[in-house]
């Protein structure tokens, strides 16, 4: 993977007429990534499933996460899931929409002790804690259920059942977990990038790709994206969700945390977008504006991702 940094200055009156990284230049930058080809998928949930560990590490106090973050920033460059943290801007590229109906299972037994099963949503991923999902799924993992019996939803869409009241109880507090299973079709995969963009889900949301674990995004208001080049293949194509809702009061490493009296109804479930975005191998994964002050235009940065 190569990923290349330049960096163009630009006066402000002029952006409009700019095309491309004309002006007068201030500063130039590049940075060389090499990563391994893609994995090949030869194991029952998939070359990311082999790469976590056993167990998961002891939280360092009890009722904490010791979920590891997926964001982080290399010489000025955001990553997150191991990719350049992309725009989420609609561009001039090939998409497949995921709105729609998908089948949905709400996870038994959450009700009945809560801590445990945040304290399972919430330790870092390990094989141990995956396969207890994939136990959990019943199916729902890789559509080994009664379609004609399961419950569907339109997404995106709150998992809470609204009652048409015109009053705070008029939506259903749910606060817990569900599994969403949908179905796509692709008739021809090319050499491109497959990246699965969702631009919220609520709160803590793992994926998987024809039965494959992919990752996980902690965070409900807050965009993710996941390269599933590798984990695609021509023909139908299985989509799984495990969206676990956190009740207000419980945590206090979430966000919102333990804060009572939230002027905030807290919705679960995938409640925005998502899209897979076909892109060619080498294209532009973010530009960003800075300003240098108030008199004097800004900076252009422009990230170039190339895996051919």
Known sequence: MTKVVTV???LLASLLLVNGCNGQESSSS???VQSSPSSIINVDLGPIF???PEKSEAPLQPGT?????TFDVKDGIPYQNDIVYPYFDPQDSIYIDLSGTWYKKRIENFDVN???SLDLTFLGRSKEVVRKFVSESQGYLR???DKEQSDTIELPLPENKLYGKPTRDGVEKYEMGTWYYKEININELTNSSYILKSLGSNYVTDLFVNGYYVGYHEGGHTPFAFDISSFLKEGVNSLSLRVHGIPFGMRSDTIPGDIQGTDYFNYTGPMQL???EKLPLAHIARVDALSKDTLDGFDVSVVIENKS
């Open 50 to 52: 082999d790469e976590l």
């Open 114 to 116: 809560k801590k445990a």
């Open 8 to 10: 163009c200055s630009f």
């Open 274 to 276: 998502m899209y897979i």
């Open 143 to 145: 559509g080994d259920f």
């Open 65 to 69: 996460s010791s979920l590891r973050m």
């Open 30 to 32: 590049s940075s060389i």
